[in-house]
């Protein structure tokens, strides 16, 4: 459906921001509550690329403090005030018995406007998002004895979740921090650090190896002019 993309909303945009921008798993965007956001933004002034603490609800069931830039608390207080307030606004009309449950994203489909957003719908709109773009991968697939390509979307949310990770293992290498994963732990609300290490590391292993043997044939290719 092509048309997905245009239909969609500021919303679907800003969840997946929550999972690039500050590595949330796909439960801790839709945990996130409207009051925890207007904690931060209350009577200050966010600069847009610090960041600032925001409650959520983590893997295990605890409620603990992420970092989200300035610049996406903003957006998503903008979202409080304009396209959730319209949503709300119009449930309880629909409904007057209806309360605001508090959680920051809700539905905003014809079958249950207002009510809280559970994981798989966002999983489920990412795909669709990227079947309306192009970006499918052809997997076999066995039916009635045959053997078929089927399209299917090449990513899963968590896959922002990654990309947040190693971009921001560059990051504070970049600024100088001998151990960056002490900080990607706490971000990403791991238990144990190896865990970190386990699943992150090796991805950046891999981006460095392939990194360093670009540039040794680069500058073989520069200084002694062949490969």
Partial sequence: DTNYVRRETTALRLKLECCLQAGLRLAEVTALLVKNVEAVTKGASLSPLATYPVRTLRKGGQWKTVLIPGWLISSLAHYIGTERARLIAAATERDPGLKD??????????????????????????????????????????????????????????????????????????????????????????????????????????????????????LKQRVFGHG
């Fill in 101 to 218: 449950h508090g959680f920051l994203f809700i539905r905003s489909d014809r079958a249950g406007p207002g009510l809280r957003l559970h994981a798989k719908s966002l999983n489920d709109a990412f795909r669709n998002l990227q079947k309306g773009i192009g970006v499918i991968k052809q997997v076999a697939v066995s039916r009635n004895g045959k053997q078929l390509l089927e399209s299917r979307p090449k990513y899963g949310v968590h896959s922002l979740r990654h990309t947040f990770a190693v971009h921001t293992y560059f990051a504070r290498k970049a600024i100088g921090d001998a151990e960056p994963w002490k900080y990607l732990q706490s971000q990403l609300g791991h238990a144990n650090v190896e865990t970190t290490k386990r699943i992150y590391l090796r991805i950046v292993d891999e981006h460095e190896a392939m990194a360093g043997a670009i540039l040794s044939t680069m």
